[in-house]
């Protein structure tokens, strides 16, 4: 979770883009290290290995013998990878004594709403600093 928050700007979607270009191109798969190695070779910086471990299990991605595959639907992969980075908006409940978070379904719909609003009211100073400077 921690590796998504990091990503809420926006590069999330970018490096989950850029490892499926590079899955999708070799259709034998390539394991962890060689992957780090093919993505940090076409991004102008290193991109974390958390990063990239965070990326592939959120975004649709196969691991099978100690190889990574491209997801197989690309969209899917894409809302698997926005649901996590929303989760990563939400405060964390306070657990039950059994372990359990309970919420309501309003209350999870509110809570997920005003994570987004919140998130939008940041992109939107952003924004407005970069117009300035």
């Not at 990091?6 to 989950?16: F, I, P, T, V």
């Not at 939400?90 to 209350?107: F, N, R, V, Y």
């Not at 999870?108 to 987004?116: E, L």
Request: aromatic fraction near 4%; include cysteine.
């Amino acid at each position: 979770m921690e590796e998504l928050k990091k990503l809420r700007g926006g590069l999330g979607e970018s490096y989950r883009q850029t490892i499926q270009t590079i899955l999708t191109a070799t259709p034998d798969g390539l394991t962890f290290p060689e992957l780090v190695t093919a993505i940090n070779q076409r991004q102008p910086h290193e991109v974390a290995r958390g990063t990239i471990r965070s990326i592939l299990s959120s975004g649709g991605f196969i691991q099978h013998e100690q190889r990574w595959f491209a997801a197989p639907d690309t969209t899917r992969g894409a809302r698997q990878l926005r649901d996590a980075l929303l989760e990563t908006l939400i405060p964390q409940t306070e657990e039950s004594e059994d372990g359990a978070k309970h919420l309501s379904h309003h209350e999870y719909i509110r809570t997920r709403v005003q994570a987004i609003h919140h998130r939008l009211q940041e992109i939107n100073c952003l924004l407005r600093e970069n117009m300035r400077g």
